[in-house]
Structures are given as structure tokens and as C-alpha cells.
């Protein structure tokens, strides 16, 4: 049964690669391996958070790291991945640029990967492509593939984008956070929704943008 | 002075992995034990819906999903008959965890591991939704996370209604 999330994380995994391949202007070498490299720590950094704000220590009880399943924190996911994938490409601004099309490709695969998990639904819906769980006549918005389509839709905005100061970057962040917190309302939670988070990331990624904006502007010009 | 602050993290780090949580089980009763017949009995004459969670305090990922569960109930314990089934345990340790996590719903024990056994259930955790008079409606086998759960939750609503 757990083995449906490694199949939902290695969709996002193909999908990041697809990014890649449709779009290689720009990037490092061994691009794929570095996102992932950069994924996996971040969800490792995730996952420290969400446990420690569960109220268990990750140092007593380092067996719960493991357990995916009970919660990884977004933010502190997505900051740890960031950073681990700067300090990776070296602090080089235009490898992030280069790969923002793709990351967002991989994010739709990760939510694409729900149907592995049997996990796409959310709220009740009458609507004719509503779909109900196996053992039940409700039907209900396929929300996680709403957002995979959104993600998708994002990717290729972004990469058409030019691969400028930290405006991939950027438009990528706060297309992601848009798209996540169009359909969070669709999503069934107890602990409550993501809302603040994306619009945070949405402002985040405004900001990105208009510092890297600012950057080539005050940039010195070379004549030769 | 970089290597100060590494320092001292790295103590308190240490010291506070060293520190034996100590856990008053002093509030928590014996959890009381049933048969598989008993267990039947006890959900069909339910009035509402129940969620029923297979357990046990050695098991890392019930640790896990314990916070979510015990949110749930607190939520939606009105509307919904949330069980607990400590399995392949002691007394002590079922309630050193019941202690530890707040659970504030009833657990049973069924140290052999009839129940989930009956329901089908494969390994721990496990959670069992069941609509009034006891009829089984899901099983998620392994952790449950909050979307699962929310989901789970809405579906028994509605069949409440």
C-alpha cells in the first residue's frame, strides 16, 4: 500500500524529466538528478518540521522520518528544496531560471501521481466529470487533477518566458502557489487548508520577479 | 565563534534526545478487552457512524498519524463514534501512548489481533470506516493522512445524512 506514494513521486519524477527534455535551454548538467536530489531533501526538511510541530522529536524518535504518509510541512519542503538546489548548481541564479519550467512539470506529475494513490478527490460535485471512490455513490471534484492540468498549463507559461535574472524563477513560484490555491477550497481537510501558504508563495514569487527585474536594470552595461 | 553556537546546538540537540519523556499514565484505565463477536456487537448497535483505528504503541507510523486522529475527534467526535484497537501490545505501553498523544476517544485491546483480522485488515495501522449498524464501508490499511481522513469523514457524513 505505501509503495503507491513512491509510484505518486516517481510520475513527478518522469514529469520533471519530460521538463528537461522539452526544455533544456539553459540547464545544468545532470538537471533531472539534481531536482531530485533537491526534492528529496526538501521533503526530508518537511517532514522534520511537520514532526516537530506534531510534538515529536525528531532525534528520539528518528524511525518517524520515515513516515511520509504522517505530514510534510509545504514550506519548509519547498525552502529546503530551493536552497539545496542553489547550494547544488553552486549559487548560480540562471540554473534555477533554467529549471523552473521544469520543477513545475515535476509538481504536476506529483499531483497527477493521486491516481496511483486513489487520492484525487475532494469536494462533493454534481458535475458530469465527477468521479465517486470505489465503495460509494458521491460523486466528486477530481481536485489533485484540476491541479496537475493547472501545473501543466503553468510549466508552459513559464517556459516561454525569456530566461532572464530570477523571472522564471519567480512567475514559476507564484504561478504554482495560484494554481494550488485555486483548487485548495476543492480539497477536504481537517487541519485546516494551505490558503496563507500560497499566498505567501504567490507574493514571494511577485517579489522574485521584481528584484531580479531590478537587477538587470542596475546591472552595469559592458561596451566593448 | 561559529563553532561556539555549533557547539551548544549540538549539546542541547544531544540533551534533549537523552531526555526520558516521562509519561503519567495515572488518568488512563485498563483498556478493556473484547471478543471479535463483542466488537460486532458494540458497533451495530451504534447509532452513527464509526471510524475504528487499528493501533499498537510500537508501531512508528501509528505514532504518526496519532496527532491527525486525535484532531479528528475532537472535530467530529459529535457526529462520529471514533474506536480505537490496541493490537500485539501491553497495557503499559497502550497506555503510555494514550497518554502521550491526548487520545481522548476508547481503545480496546485485542492483544491477538482478531478484529482487524475479521475486517480484513492488513498490518498496522489500519482504519476502518463503518456506516450505523455496524455495516463495513472502507478499510485504508497503512497511515492515513489528512486528506484520507477528511475524505473518509465526508463520505460518513453524508451517508449519516
Known amino acids: ?224 | 565563534m561559529t563553532k561556539h553556537i555549533a557547539r551548544i546546538v549540538l549539546v542541547v540537540l544531544i540533551a534533549s534526545a537523552c531526555a526520558s519523556a516521562e509519561v503519567d499514565t495515572s488518568g488512563v484505565p485498563d483498556l478493556e478487552t473484547v471478543t471479535v463477536e463483542e466488537f460486532a456487537s458494540k458497533l451495530e448497535s451504534l447509532g452513527r457512524p464509526a471510524i475504528v483505528n487499528v493501533w499498537a504503541s510500537w508501531c512508528i507510523p501509528c505514532r504518526s498519524e496519532a496527532p491527525l486522529l486525535t484532531a479528528a475527534h475532537l472535530e467530529y467526535g459529535g457526529e462520529i463514534e471514533f474506536i480505537g484497537v490496541n493490537v500485539r501490545d501491553s497495557q503499559t505501553h497502550a497506555k503510555e501512548f494514550i497518554a502521550e498523544f491526548g487520545v481522548e476517544f476508547d481503545s480496546y485491546f485485542d492483544s491477538g489481533r482478531a478484529i482487524p483480522n475479521h475486517y480484513a485488515g492488513i498490518g498496522t495501522p489500519i482504519t476502518f470506516f463503518f456506516a450505523p449498524g455496524g455495516e463495513l464501508l472502507s478499510t485504508h490499511n497503512g497511515v492515513i493522512d489528512d486528506h484520507a481522513l477528511a475524505l473518509g469523514i465526508d463520505e460518513l457524513l453524508r451517508f449519516e445524512s
Not at chain 1, 22 to 47: I, K, N, Q, S, Y
Not at chain 1, 111 to 136: E, I, K
Not at chain 1, 139 to 150: C, D, F, K, N, S
Not at chain 1, 188 to 205: F, M, N, Q, R, S
Request: positive net charge; glycine residues 12%.
Open chain 1, 1 to 224: 500500500m505505501e509503495f503507491t506514494l513512491l509510484w505518486a513521486a516517481l510520475t513527478g519524477v518522469f514529469f520533471a524529466w519530460g521538463g528537461t527534455r522539452l526544455w533544456p535551454e539553459g540547464l545544468p548538467d545532470h538537471a533531472t538528478d539534481r531536482m531530485v536530489g533537491a526534492a528529496a531533501a526538501g521533503l526530508f526538511m518537511g517532514r522534520l518540521v511537520a514532526m516537530t510541530l506534531q510534538g515529536t522529536n525528531p532525534l528520539t524518535h528518528p524511525g518517524d522520518i520515515l513516515v511520509i504518509r504522517g505530514g510534510v510541512h509545504t514550506a519548509a519542503a519547498t525552502v529546503g528544496a530551493l536552497g539545496v538546489y542553489l547550494w547544488a548548481v553552486k549559487g548560480q541564479i540562471r540554473f534555477l531560471d533554467a529549471t523552473a519550467a521544469a520543477a513545475v512539470l515535476g509538481l504536476a506529475g506529483w499531483h497527477a501521481g493521486c491516481l496511483w494513490r486513489n487520492t484525487c478527490l475532494g469536494a462533493a460535485s454534481d458535475l458530469p466529470w465527477a468521479w465517486s471512490l470505489p465503495s460509494s455513490t458521491i460523486t466528486r471534484h477530481p481536485v489533485e487533477i484540476y491541479a496537475a492540468l493547472g501545473l501543466i498549463a503553468a510549466a508552459f507559461i513559464v517556459a516561454r518566458l525569456p530566461i532572464r535574472t530570477l523571472l522564471r524563477t519567480g512567475a514559476g513560484f507564484a504561478l504554482a502557489s495560484l494554481v494550488l490555491l485555486l483548487t485548495e477550497p476543492l480539497r477536504l481537510t481537517i487541519k485546516g487548508g494551505l490558503e496563507p501558504w500560497y499566498i505567501a508563495g504567490i507574493a514571494a514569487g511577485v517579489v522574485v520577479v521584481t528584484l531580479g527585474g531590478r537587477a538587470v536594470r542596475s546591472a552595469p552595461i559592458h561596451t566593448t
